[in-house]
């Protein structure tokens, strides 16, 4: 019951949500201040500049671990080095001896040395 003179409150329709464009978002450029300048950044980039900052000086190792995905998932990191060819450890059997081992892994080059 409402006093005689008074307004009831209005009643407000909620609006339909309306669909965020995240696309549009993190790529609109915004301005970033940079050494006393103004230039201009998509906020991803923001994002990961700020993320590698804080990996590289606190050490976080959930940044480090973050960039590192986003970096192999765009493709950014280099592959490995492939491994030396004549890297590691060898064994060498017991019945061969010195001169016959050596024989077995003599560069064919060092030939024509020795006999100049």
Not at 4 to 11: D, I
Not at 23 to 28: E, F, M, P, Q, R
Not at 39 to 65: C, D, H, W, Y
Request: charged share 30%; net charge positive; aromatic share 4%.
């Amino acid at each position: 019951m409402t006093k005689l003179g008074t307004k009831q409150p209005s009643r407000r329709t909620r609006k339909a949500a309306s669909k965020i464009d995240v696309t549009a978002i993190l790529t609109k450029p915004v301005k970033v201040g940079k050494q006393g300048r103004e230039q201009r950044m998509t906020p991803f980039e923001v994002g990961l500049r700020a993320l590698a900052r804080k990996a590289l000086k606190e050490q976080s190792l959930n940044a480090i671990r973050s960039l590192l995905d986003i970096a192999l998932k765009y493709e950014l990191a280099a592959p490995p080095p492939p491994p030396p060819m004549r890297g590691g450890v060898l064994v060498v059997p017991g019945r061969l001896t010195r001169d016959s081992w050596e024989a077995l892994f003599k560069n064919p080059n060092d030939n024509d040395k020795e006999k100049e």
